[in-house]
């Protein structure tokens, strides 16, 4: 069974870097599948923000693509966001999320990880 | 990228059908077979419940059905049930190789 899990501080000041890592387990990320991350505000809906193919190949939401970087670690099996600039604008409950190849329905997801920030 | 429309909230008692629209353009919705349906409950990740259109994962109910016609997709929910209550996504593919999600629907049973 697939599992992945979200880590990273909860609590970032303005302007600094955000940075998590998603762990998957039951699965190897090498395999294939894309490994994307979604974030909901508190209150709000779903906002996609990107994935990343396990060969490497990124895809980003316009919006938000000059501040986001996600990477894969095949050696540990996880993969990670980077968010630069932020603001409380960008507080809100970060996911990671495995998605097919073709179509991209994202078909197992983590558990949510709050981040809020704050001076 | 716009998010896709949806109604902000459809209610139904026990038993009765509900549908949900999502609209996009030919951009996404219509330009693509790749409709999901997620299904969210307070305080839990997201569950997918509907894929490519019309396709249930493995354990999904059969209560929960799948349709698209032009730009606007649907996902019916017949049968409804206390358990149904939640909010519900949808997402599509789009032709910029992104991902969009819809504005989200909250269901009520009443």
């Known amino acids: 069974q697939v599992q992945l899990q979200e880590s990273g501080p909860g609590l970032v000041k303005p302007s600094e870097t955000l940075s998590l890592t998603c762990a998957v387990s039951?699965?190897?990320?090498?395999?294939?599948?894309?490994w994307g991350w979604i974030r909901q505000p508190p209150g709000k809906g779903l906002e996609w923000i990107g994935s990343?193919?396990?060969?490497?190949?990124?895809y980003y939401n316009p919006s938000l693509k000059s501040r986001v970087t996600i990477s894969v670690d095949t050696s540990k099996n996880q993969f990670s966001l980077k968010l630069n600039s932020v603001t409380a604008a960008d507080t809100a409950v970060y996911y990671c999320?495995?998605?097919?190849?073709?179509?991209?329905?994202?078909?197992?997801w983590g558990q949510g990880t709050l981040v809020t920030f704050s001076s | 990228q716009s998010a896709l429309t949806q109604p902000a909230s459809v209610s139904g008692s026990p038993g009765q059908s509900i549908t949900i629209s999502c609209t996009g353009t030919?951009?996404?919705?219509?330009?693509?077979?790749?409709v999901s349906w997620y299904q969210q409950h307070p305080g839990k990740a997201p569950k997918l419940i509907i894929y490519?259109?019309?396709n249930r994962p493995s354990g999904i109910s059969n209560r929960f059905s799948g349709s698209k016609s032009g730009n606007t997709a649907s996902l019916t929910i017949s049968g409804l049930q206390a358990e149904d209550e939640a909010d519900y996504y949808c997402?599509?593919?789009?032709?910029?190789?992104?991902?969009?999600f819809g504005t989200g629907t909250k269901v009520t049973v009443l």
């Open positions: 999320a495995r998605a097919k190849s073709t179509g991209w329905r994202l078909d197992n």
């Open positions: 039951g699965y190897s990320i090498s395999s294939g599948y894309c």
């Open positions: 990343i193919h396990q060969s490497g190949s990124t």
């Open positions: 030919s951009s996404d919705v219509g330009g693509y077979n790749y």
């Open positions: 490519d259109v019309s």
């Open positions: 997402s599509s593919y789009t032709s910029s190789s992104t991902y969009v």
